[in-house]
């Protein structure tokens, strides 16, 4: 697995990026490969520096990360850079304000805490500053807030990748050739049409479409729904109550009874 270059799978982890059709790039890549493996496996979003691999040299001229950033960028794809939170300020200098301004980049500052569950029931996290203080302050807070469920992503929710290879492009370019030249065609029936989809403005939060588990520990909780149904008060009473100058929400929690004239 650590001489994989490419693979295609669900951004499981709760980025803005998060559940979009993904292409892992592990160290610097050719820029023309990332956006043919992106285009031929149908991935919206590109995450750069998979598998821990990126690292920064101070003496490169060669602005990979940048140019590759924006030109990923440019033909629409979102793009994630995965990277160490301690070399922050250095890609602050290294990318472009082209880079940083865009809606579609995802800065992703990895932070290695081990054993965070058993080191300390104190353990906090700080968001700090340099000396020159260029936010306007701290920000500290306790590793259950980090920790939320609602931003958690288990272990078994890794591994529903594919691995691209040069292999697997090959072997599928001799079967292509050889299938020219089949005297006999071979007759293939269409796949059946699928009913058009009504449209609905629910979000799905782990569409297993994506390869994601709609019942996985890491699923987003819902926002609750107020349930109108249960209220002792009809529509027709509440429109009498605002004629009558009510003065709370005849739909609200404090109103159980019809208002009296």
């Not at 992503?153 to 370019?173: A, L, P, R, S, V």
Request: with cysteine; proline share 6%.
């Amino acid at each position: 697995m650590s001489d994989r270059k490419f693979y295609i799978g669900p951004m499981v982890e709760h980025s803005p990026a998060y559940s979009k059709r993904t292409l892992f790039v592990v160290g610097k890549q050719d820029l023309n490969k990332i956006v043919e493996y992106a285009r031929e496996n149908k991935a919206t979003h590109v995450l750069l520096g998979a598998d821990h691999s990126f690292e920064f040299d101070p003496k490169d001229n060669t602005h990979y990360w940048d140019l590759t950033i924006q030109s990923l960028l440019t033909r629409g794809f979102w793009v994630t850079l995965d990277y160490p939170a301690h070399v922050h300020e250095h890609v602050l200098k290294m990318l472009s304000n082209t880079v940083w301004t865009s809606r579609m980049f995802v800065p992703l500052l990895s932070i290695r805490i081990p054993k965070i569950q058993t080191s300390n029931i104190n353990l906090s996290v700080k968001i700090d500053d340099t000396e020159a203080k260029t936010n306007p302050g701290r920000w500290c807070m306790h590793y259950h807030e980090v920790t939320d469920s609602n931003r958690f992503t288990d272990w078994i929710e890794y591994g529903n990748e594919y691995i691209i290879t040069e292999e697997i492009i090959k072997i599928e370019e001799v079967t292509t050739t050889i299938e020219t030249y089949v005297d006999t065609p071979v007759k293939i029936d269409p796949p059946p049409i699928q009913p058009a989809r009504v449209s609905d403005t629910t979000v799905v939060k782990n569409d297993a479409e994506l390869g994601l588990d709609p019942d996985a520990k890491s699923m987003l909780k819902g926002e609750p729904e107020r349930v109108l149904d249960k209220l002792n008060i009809s529509a027709l009473d509440a429109a009498e109550a605002y004629a009558d100058g009510a003065k709370v929400d005849p739909l609200g929690k404090e109103a159980s009874k019809k208002a009296k004239k």
